[in-house]
Nanobody, 124 residues
Framework: QVRLVESGGGLVQPGGSLRLSCLAS????????MGWFRQAPGKEREFVAG????????PYADFVNGRFTISRDNAKNTATLQMNSLEPEDTAVYYC?????????????????WGQGTQVTVSS
């Protein structure tokens, strides 16, 4: 089964940037869509970005507003989320996840493998 390890979170000032990375292991990675989700304190986990098995992004969440870019490198078994122009409202634990199908959706219930999460804190 695929296993995911996230990294790249941390503390950043408003307007700053972070690059989140997800290292995957498992035979099914290259044939599965990937997604990034986030969960802020007191909030439900929500979709941020997704990418299909060939590297085509799904529509981003509305709050992204052009600030984030999702990508993947199947040869390196990695998926990344480049986040620019970060705002305090972006503070959350960010998770990468594997979709059960290669094309993917934004529905959290259709992702069947998750990383442990990485904390992103945007504060002055």
């Amino acid at each position: 089964q695929v296993r995911l390890v996230e990294s790249g979170g941390g503390l950043v000032q408003p307007g700053g940037s972070l690059r989140l990375s997800c290292l995957a292991s498992g035979r099914t990675f290259s044939s599965s869509a990937m997604g990034w989700f986030r969960q802020a304190p007191g909030k439900e986990r929500e979709f941020v970005a997704g990418i299909d098995w060939k590297g085509a992004p799904m529509p981003y969440a509305d709050f992204v507003n052009g600030r984030f870019t999702i990508s993947r490198d199947n040869a390196k078994n990695t998926a990344t989320l480049q986040m620019n122009s970060l705002e305090p409202e972006d503070t959350a634990v960010y998770y990468c996840a594997v979709h059960k199908e290669p094309w993917g959706t934004t529905h959290i219930g259709e992702y069947n493998a998750w990383g442990q999460g990485t904390q992103v804190t945007v504060s002055s």
